[in-house]
């Protein structure tokens, strides 16, 4: 494999996000957004968490190695992206935006 540059994203393509979106749209059925960030309310440490929320924004029941992995693949998707703020993923357009920022622009 070629060496990339310091700060180069080693595959900088948006197809790569669509099918990460696609992937886990198959092993969460019925999944719209999924909430990651660093901050996992049952860990006293930093640890990957990621909530997942169907159409209605209503919370799913989601494994925690389901959930751990989804973090890690979204998160190592966007390299780019700073993974100590929480991040959603709307997986019907395969964005990433930082919550944080959504809730300023709502007023919150």
Do not use: Y
Request: charge should be positive; aromatic fraction near 4%.
């Amino acid at each position: 494999m070629l060496a990339m540059p310091i700060g180069t994203p080693a595959c900088p393509d948006a197809g790569r996000q669509r099918r990460l979106a696609a992937h886990l749209a198959d092993v969460v059925a019925g999944a719209a957004t999924i909430r990651v960030s660093l901050n996992d309310p049952k860990q006293m440490w930093s640890h990957r968490h990621a909530v997942v929320d169907d159409e209605a924004g209503k919370t799913m029941d989601v494994g925690r190695t389901a959930a751990s992995g989804a973090g890690r693949w979204i998160l190592g998707a966007w390299p780019e992206a700073d993974s100590t703020r929480p991040h959603i993923f709307r997986l019907a357009d395969a964005t990433l935006t930082r919550s944080d920022l959504i809730a300023a622009v709502r007023g919150r």
